[in-house]
């Protein structure tokens, strides 16, 4: 991460994260989303910093639910989707793929991950070497497919992955452990997917969270990264098939998991 740019996390809702966004320089400070209003505002007072902006990545109400409360209360301006600018509360500034948000000193890549909405975005911070991505991926897991298709996700999750293997990924759910357990069903002969999820199971065990990742960690581990893998397309039935078609079916075997 840079000298510029520090990230405050904590829990919101049942299983949401919240995140703060701070520059160090100027003092802008962003809200990645924003599930409940409340908890966020006692986040801003822990740290001290004043509300600036909201980056909002879809439409959900666990997303957005915050946002008319914290611009009642700070001011702030509202950044999200185009595509989905009739739903997001209180938007200011309507962004879609390669658009910058500057936040002080450092600047966040809008790109366009849509698959779980049709206007999914997520914010990368190239710079700090970190990545907001929402509801796309998770820990182990991706989203679900409410608006889109397979092919729309299969593409986004490519946009991700090609992001640098060090970047430090922000989801917005602890789903970790059972995407892990899913996650074994599909490909048991993975080792370092053994390994993660043994220390996933350890670590909620002791309340801790799984959040974030890293790129080269869900490349290495979740499944829907990974539908180049032989053992995978065994598994699913569909060795030697086109990508997008292994990842369509290890989606739907999830979603009846
Ligand atoms: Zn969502
Ligand atoms: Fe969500």
């Known amino acids: 991460m840079s000298k510029g740019l520090e990230v405050h996390q904590f829990p919101c809702l049942d299983d949401n994260y919240g995140y703060l966004v701070h520059d160090r320089e100027t003092g802008m400070t962003a809200a990645i989303d924003t599930p409940d209003a409340t908890p966020i505002l006692a986040a801003l007072k822990e740290k001290g910093w004043k509300l600036t902006h909201i980056l909002n990545t879809h439409h959900h109400a666990d997303h957005v639910g915050g946002n008319l409360a914290l611009k009642a209360e700070t001011g702030c301006t509202i950044i999200g989707p185009k595509v989905e600018e009739a739903v997001i509360p209180g938007i200011d500034r309507a962004v879609s793929e390669d658009d910058i948000v500057q936040l002080g000193a450092s600047g ?47 593409d986004s999750i490519q946009k991700l992955a090609a992001l640098p293997d060090d970047t430090v990924v922000y989801c917005a759910h602890e789903y970790t452990q059972s995407n892990a357990r899913f996650a074994l069903t599909v490909e048991p002969q993975n080792d370092a997917l053994q390994a993660r999820a043994k220390e996933v199971d350890e670590k909620r065990a002791r309340g801790e969270w799984t959040v974030p990742t890293t790129i080269a960690l869900e490349k290495a581990t979740n499944p829907f990264l990974r539908p180049a893998s032989k053992d995978l397309q065994e598994t699913v039935g569909l060795t030697g098939a086109p990508l997008v078609d292994v990842f369509a079916e290890t989606r739907r075997r999830k979603d009846n998991f």
């Open 108 to 154: 966040a890549r809008v790109i366009e991950v849509p698959g779980h909405t049709r206007g999914h975005i997520a914010y990368s911070f190239a710079d700090a070497g970190v990545a907001f991505v929402g509801d796309t991926i998770f820990a182990l897991g991706c989203g679900r497919l409410f608006e889109g298709t397979p092919a729309q996700m299969w």
